[in-house]
C-alpha cells in the first residue's frame, strides 16, 4: 500500500464521521418530530419531519464507508505502510 492510499483511507474516514454525525442530527430531529406530533404540534412536527429526512439518507454511504474502509487488506497495508514510515524515520 502506498501513501496516496493510506490517505483516501484517512479521508474516507473524515467523510464517515461528518456523515454519521448527519445521521445523528436527522435521529435528533425524527424525534422531535414525533414528541411535537403527540402534543399535537402538528406543524411543527411536520417541519422537523421535512427537516429529518435529508438527512437521514446518509445513513445508507455511512454503512458502505464503513464498510470500504475496514477491509482487511487496507487495515494491514495501512499499518504496515505507517511502520515502515516509522522505521524509515528513526
Do not use: Q
Amino acid at each position: 500500500m502506498d501513501a496516496s492510499k493510506v490517505y483516501l483511507r484517512d479521508f474516507l474516514g473524515l467523510i464517515l464521521v461528518i456523515l454519521s454525525v448527519l445521521a445523528l442530527l436527522g435521529a435528533i430531529f425524527d424525534v422531535l418530530a414525533v414528541l411535537n406530533y403527540v402534543s399535537d404540534e402538528k406543524t411543527l412536527a411536520s417541519v422537523y419531519l421535512h427537516e429529518s429526512l435529508p438527512l437521514l439518507i446518509c445513513i445508507l454511504p455511512t454503512f458502505i464507508i464503513a464498510k470500504i474502509i475496514n477491509r482487511p487488506s487496507w487495515v494491514i497495508g495501512s499499518e504496515d505502510y505507517r511502520l515502515m514510515m516509522a522505521k524509515k524515520i528513526h
